[in-house]
């Protein structure tokens, strides 16, 4: 798409320079230059040349004598000699005359001007040609810009996309069926408003796009302008917070200015609750003037124009909770339409519109690739297609292959892997049994994902092994008995060292973290306790943004909540330690082949753990053969 990017005030870089330029010329350059037009002469000469009465003006101050020759074309300068008593005398009698500025011979007046006044003026001249030539260069009329005082300041940032044909279109975004489905009445209304206009339907005039980051929201705003090849004036809620108080406000009447003069138009603001937060109660005291302000002009101008002028505002956050209920109310933004995080279809079609845009190989599996970034967003699967790419240059190839995919996965996860983080050898061990411990775990219950690979290669992000489970297909629904199961499982890792090593390493406070964290939840959130039922004991702020829970309960609550937590977390590790124990053998003999191989697929960990139990060499057959 054509994008015109309005520079971000060149024109007030020019002028910190051009003040810069000036401050360096007039403090350092100008009286350097006076200094090199006065010729240093020696004592001596100053008086053979007041003998030879050769000195024109004279000016003497407390450490230097100035002086000019008989025409006045040169001036001098030399020191003071204590001594010299007739000095003054022989000076007059040479006819030299005294005088006071020969150093300064122009007037103060004409010097200010012609060191500060005239070069203001010309670097200004300068400024309003250079800012003239930009403006033609964007096509866009001056008189706007000029009319917002010095600098362009209030004057809004905003981005306009140029209509143009290869803009983004709805085949771009993939999954989010519901959300296009959403939009499309939008795109409809702009491209043929009449036919809204003729029965009197007016279209809302704003629509909010709610979802987590990365979820595709800004893609759909501009894939609506794409699709109804109208402009795009997009910019986000920050940019409008200004340092100075009503800024803001001129900004977004500058916006609406300019998207009225463009209608039929989208106007996309990404972030609204960097502005569209709720306002506090008493404001003045503690409130942000200049975000309040900011609103209550976006405010104004949604209502101060008509639902069909052909201005659609569609705006984007992830925090819809916290936006002002004057914002969300019938008549601004009235319409919501959720972006949530892609399911597994969602997820594979990005992944394909995204491997469209690399060399890719033939048989990549997309539908597995899918499966294992389970929960990832749309920005984080471009990232994955992106990151396979990276890598199949770095190993020299041509395209990117299925292992390419995979291991980005793990990279966009996980972290790189950590290529000089070595381990010694017990702590290699100790990891592998931490990791077999979690697989085995999984892989003995019910109601767990299949393992799909274990690795103790450590990675940047801190990790120093971890178990990847894949899920089969899409999951909504949870049951208690799949929380409990991967309760276990997290526990399983420690419980492996226990069983091994008959102690416990830090290796565990990540799993221990999560494992609390379901625990807690499936008491306070999913009334799966029996103490406690159906009740809601916690509730959930900014359930986009992972979800900060707030307890809503007594103090003894809480303590039993605590309590319940422990015992719940206590009764699966248990669990996990009755598992490991009674497969010691086959936790020992993959531990030793993950230490030896490091990285083992889910193939191999089955294969060994399906292996019918080898028969020591020296064992005696059940029912020997009587010799022949
Ligand atoms: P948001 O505005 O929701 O934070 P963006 O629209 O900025 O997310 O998405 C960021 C990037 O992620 C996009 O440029 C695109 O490459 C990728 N992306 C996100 N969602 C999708 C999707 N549904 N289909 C294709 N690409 C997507």
New binding site residues.
Partial sequence: MDEIKEPKRPLLTFYIIALIVLFVLNLVAVPMYHTSQIQEVDYGTFMQMTEDKEIGNVQIESNKIVFTNSDDSQMYETGIMEQDYGLVDRLAASGAKFSTEIVEQTSPFVSFLVSWVVPILLFMLIGYWMRRQLMKSMGGDNSMMFGTGAGGLGRSNARVYVKSSDGIRFS?????EEAKDNLKEIVSYLKDPSKYKEIGASMPKGVL?V??????????AKAVAGEADVPFFSMSGSEFVEMFVGMGASKVRDLFKQAKEKAPCIVFI?EIDAIGQKRSAGSGYGGNDEREQTLNQLLTEMDGFEGNTGVIILA?T?RPESLDPALTRPGRFDRRVP?EL?DLK?RE??LK??AKKIRIADNIDFNKIARMAAGA???E??NIVNEAALRAVRQGRKFATQEDMEESIEVVIAGYQKKNAILSDKEKLVVSYHEVGHALVAAMQDHTAPVQKITIIPRTSGALGYTMQVDKGNHYLVSREELLADIATLTGGRAAEEVEFNSMSTGASNDIEKATKVAREMITRYGMSEDFGMVALETVQNQYLGGDASLACSPETQTKIDRQVVALVEQQHQKALKILRDNKQKLDEIAKFLYEKETITGDEFMEILNRKPEIPENAQPQNPQPNA
């Fill in positions: 771009d975004v993939a999954g989010e796009l979802g987590p980051p990365g979820t595709g929201k800004t893609m759909l990404d984007a992830n972006v892609p969602g079609d990005i519109v995204h967003s749309g920005a699967l471009a």
